[in-house]
T-cell receptor
């Protein structure tokens, strides 16, 4: 079955440092989505990428979708304490209604 | 617009019992997905329903079942509970085939 791998599992950064999480799928995806889950909360949608090589920005967050549509990354510039949480990627194959989540990267920001 | 509502929020059961969890999606959303979240395994897909039809099922034993009603509300049932079923069960709704999922707060199940 489809697998979505995400690294690293944990990341501790000093406030102001950058942060990147990487996502790799075992199969080609029709789209990839990113979610953020704050401690004690539920996953909240951040963005969806559809096109090969697509890059989208949301303020300090930059999302990329690989040319082969099998990998993606999320980069946060100058982390803040409000960025704390677990970031999940989730991939969907063409023709499937299932969204497969990676295991997430838990980000801690040291003030 | 009201969000996704899950009930109950917390429940404690003992091994061998069965449990039913409920999910009311956002008004107008016809797709409902269920996920099991545990610290070690992350978010694992259980099943997805659209207009009362199960379109996808994850790799869970037959003890896990679900259904969707004509008003798009969904329930999932776990029979013969095991200790390993302790988890946060998340329901998510979406308008259709692709696009973002809107998650509920989850139902936290503890099996003793």
């Amino acid at each position: 079955g489809q697998q979505v791998m995400q690294i690293p599992q944990y990341q501790h950064v000093q406030e102001g440092e950058d942060f990147t999480t990487y996502c790799n799928s075992s199969t080609t995806l029709s789209n990839i989505q990113w979610y953020k889950q704050r401690p004690g909360g539920h996953p909240v949608f951040l963005i969806q990428l559809v096109k090969s090589g697509e890059v989208k920005k949301q303020k300090r967050l930059t999302f990329q979708f690989g040319e082969a549509k099998k990998n993606s990354s999320l980069h946060i510039t100058a982390t803040q304490t409000t960025d704390v949480g677990t970031y999940f990627c989730a991939g969907q194959r063409a023709g499937s209604y299932q969204l497969t989540f990676g295991k997430g990267t838990k980000l801690s920001v040291i003030p | 617009k009201a969000g996704v509502t899950q009930t109950p929020r917390y429940l404690i059961k003992t091994r061998g019992q069965q449990v039913t969890l409920s999910c009311s999606p956002i008004s107008g959303h016809r797709s409902v997905s269920w996920y099991q979240q545990t610290p070690g395994q992350g978010l694992q897909f259980l099943f997805e329903y659209f207009s009362e039809t199960q379109r996808n099922k994850g790799n869970f034993p037959g003890r896990f079942s679900g259904r969707q009603f004509s008003n798009s509300r969904s329930e999932m049932n776990v029979s013969t509970l095991e200790l390993g079923d302790s988890a946060l069960y998340l329901c998510a709704s979406s308008p259709g085939n692709t696009g973002e999922l809107f998650f509920g707060e989850g139902s936290r199940l503890t099996v003793l």
